[in-house]
């Protein structure tokens, strides 16, 4: 009796904790999972609508990607990103990956530390390509981010030490002058964040879209055609 007598209290305490437990959780979960969300979504399409929608980049009206995701360029008329590593489904076999620079759906990096035979060779490889096709000596340093791909695989920006290596063969391939190139890597360069953070960078989609505007409006064809 003495045993039965002593639980009855817990048990009826218990039970009357159940409620607000409840209530609780409901209010939690409408106010952090519903309302914030909302709240927030709203004040960032109305303060900053185009970082709120994927800061998208358009032509003729038209989304061909986002300044804040690179793409694989290999033509030689057009700037090239840095290299990537991310991977995807092998289309023959799907259990399998493969190499697919710049796939969003998988952002990543190789993983492969300095002391990596495989990352050594992959930058020698990438070092002799890059000169080959910039028409530089063996003499002449490379960028690093040339060579090397960013944490994310997604790095939509290049240095302009990158750029200004690339303007010649760029140039050369659209039958333009190659100080009209440098001056349009120049002209839509960002600088360090606050005069102190970063690198001087430039959007190799931005500067890319721009040169064939340019051609366009200059009535040339060029090889972007």
Do not use: C
């Amino acid at each position: 009796m003495n045993d039965i007598s002593h639980s009855t209290p817990s048990l009826a305490h218990g039970k009357g904790l159940l409620r607000p437990a409840i209530v609780s959780a409901i209010l939690f979960m409408a106010v952090t999972g519903l309302g914030y969300p909302l709240v927030t979504t709203g004040v960032a399409g109305v303060l900053f609508p185009a970082q709120a929608n994927g800061s998208l980049i358009e032509r003729d009206g038209i989304a061909v990607g986002s300044a804040l995701i690179g793409q694989h360029f290999e033509r030689p008329e057009y700037f090239h990103p840095r290299p990537s590593a991310t991977t995807g489904a092998d289309p023959e076999d799907p259990s399998k990956t493969v190499d697919q620079p710049y796939n969003a759906a998988n952002s990543g990096a190789s993983n492969q530390g300095v002391t990596s035979k495989k990352l050594l060779d992959q930058v020698n490889e990438r070092v002799a390509a890059y000169r080959k096709e910039n028409l530089l000596s063996a003499a002449d340093p490379v960028p690093v981010d040339a060579v090397t791909a960013s944490a994310s695989g997604l790095d939509p920006d290049i240095s302009l030490a990158n750029a200004r290596l690339q303007a010649g063969r760029v140039a050369q391939a659209r039958g333009i002058a190659r100080k009209d190139v440098l001056d349009l890597v120049d002209r839509l360069a960002t600088p360090r964040q606050l005069g102190l953070f970063g690198e001087p960078r430039v959007n190799v989609l931005n500067l890319n879209l721009a040169l064939d505007a340019a051609q366009v409006a200059a009535g040339t064809t060029g090889a972007a055609r």
